[in-house]
């Protein structure tokens, strides 16, 4: 038996026209001989499609490729359009079917000792306290990239103030970006409070519980999707991100690279099967507690893992080795300059950021980025970048520090100059977006981490 994969890329224009084929194809697959056949977008590209099914034989699945791969049967007519209107194959791939072995013996092993640990050791964490729909999907949004013992204190201080779906769908977006202050990866705070607008004004502030609606909303992917569902819903949807890949790579021995979308799917199939279906809240919360105490990233504690009878890895001594991730972000290194420039009275010179891109809407320091080795090229790219922004002449005084900050893609290596603004016009004449503060006003706003380094310095009296 093979499982199947084909992934494809379609013109946006096409998209809608696309999915509604969809049965078309689904009944042509299965008179071709495919079974259990199933489809995904990406959340993260909604113009990725993988389609999934099961065939008997290799001979089977060539011909299903090469159909699927000319496009020119006639129920795939419609979608002959799309070719030339950008629907481009990427690629295809097959391996054999992960679940040769998982009988069901192996399964109800597999979750008996799974939720029996779990029942026994699970942490007293906040958003367990209910099964709040609202409560959950907050804290996995803010789990996202970052440590519990971090998000505990983030998760109570923003429930406190929007305690409610509709607190956080209305309220004032700098408010919102000031609770999630050092959280980072702001999207996904400002993408929350879109969606759970969406909630309030389509599905009558109810979170949706269907797969479809759910996944329909801003910021909300297939994990996110899927730990709402099975958690606050108790519907056994699986919840896959790289904390569960590994866990599964080791116990299932699967060897496939984790960094690749195609990986994703074959996880989630595995979950499916995996799930407990009487309690699939606590299966996919202990599948995380698992990887968060015991299967860690490094030095994993397999004398005291309740899944070490079951674990292909710890079998084979390969449990080191896996989860394999082959593709890395290459970090890119930007050398910026930033000034903490005062006007007469003593105010601090601030800037927020675009409503779009990175860090959106974040209050910051004037900064650029400069080219050069000498000091000479900081100074005159800080003091153009304000002159071009403001009109306002700056006097750059002194170096005040140096700060890094690195994000997934980007290393920031900033520069700290302190001086002050001098300009015979108006200097509260300022553009859209540019403001003077009193340095015990700067908490008023929200900043980013890096910047939240600079007013440390400014309060520890190092600068101004």
């Not at 996995?140 to 971090?150: A, G, K, S, Y």
């Not at 699986?238 to 996880?267: C, H, Q, W, Y």
């Not at 005159?380 to 306002?392: I, P, R, S, W």
């Amino acid at each position: 038996m093979l499982t199947v994969f084909m992934e494809y890329k379609v013109s946006p224009d096409f998209i809608q026209l696309y999915e509604s084929q969809m049965d078309s194809v689904i009944n042509e697959l299965k008179a071709s001989g495919a079974s259990d056949i199933q489809w995904y977008r990406a959340a993260d590209q909604p113009s990725l499609y993988v389609e999934c099914f099961q065939v008997n034989d290799q001979a089977t699945y060539d011909t299903i490729k090469k159909n699927r791969t000319s496009l020119q049967h006639p129920v795939f007519s419609i979608l002959d359009e799309c070719v030339t209107g950008g629907l481009e194959k990427i690629h295809c791939w097959a391996f054999e079917k992960l679940n040769t072995s998982l009988n069901d013996s192996y399964v109800k092993q597999f979750q008996d000792h799974l939720l029996t640990w779990y029942n026994e050791n699970k942490r007293t964490l906040p958003w367990r306290e209910n099964q709040d729909p609202y409560r959950v999907w907050v804290s996995e949004i803010m789990l996202q990239q970052t440590r519990v013992d971090t998000v505990i204190p983030y998760f109570e201080r923003f429930t406190q103030l929007f305690p409610t779906l509709q607190d956080l769908a209305y309220a004032d977006e700098e408010k919102v970006l000031k609770a999630w202050e050092g959280l980072g990866y702001y999207s996904r705070v400002r993408n929350l409070q879109t969606a759970v607008k969406e909630v309030c004004e389509s599905y009558g502030g109810k979170v949706p519980n269907t797969p479809k609606e759910i996944a329909g909303l801003k910021g909300v992917g297939p994990y996110t999707a899927g730990a709402v569902l099975s958690i606050a819903y108790g519907i056994p949807e699986p919840a896959v991100d790289g904390n569960v890949m590994r866990v599964l790579s080791r116990i299932l021995l699967i060897e496939e690279d984790i960094s690749k979308p195609k990986t994703r799917v074959l996880f989630e199939k595995a979950v499916r099967e995996l799930i407990s279906h009487e309690d699939p809240s606590s299966f996919n919360q202990a599948l995380m507690e698992l990887g968060a105490l015991i299967c860690t990233p490094k030095s994993p504690a397999c004398l005291l893992c309740p899944m070490r009878e079951l674990c292909r890895g710890f079998e084979s001594g390969r449990q080191a080795e896996l989860p394999v991730k082959l593709g890395k972000t290459k970090v890119r290194k930007a050398k910026m300059t930033a000034g903490v420039l005062l006007n007469h009275d003593g105010e601090i010179l601030i800037h927020k950021r675009p409503s779009e891109g990175l860090l959106a809407n974040m209050w910051e320091f004037p900064n650029t980025e400069y080219v050069g080795e000498h000091k000479d090229a900081e100074v005159e790219a800080l003091v153009g970048y304000v002159q071009e922004q403001t009109d306002f002449g700056a006097v750059v005084e002194e170096k005040a520090g140096y700060i890094e900050h690195v994000f997934s893609h980007l290393k920031w290596e900033i520069q700290i100059w302190q001086g002050k603004i001098e300009s015979e016009d108006d200097l509260e004449q300022l553009p859209a977006d540019w403001k003077w503060v009193r340095v015990d006003e700067l908490e008023n706003y929200p900043f980013p981490v890096s910047h939240q380094k600079i007013i440390l310095l400014i309060k520890e009296a190092l600068i101004v």
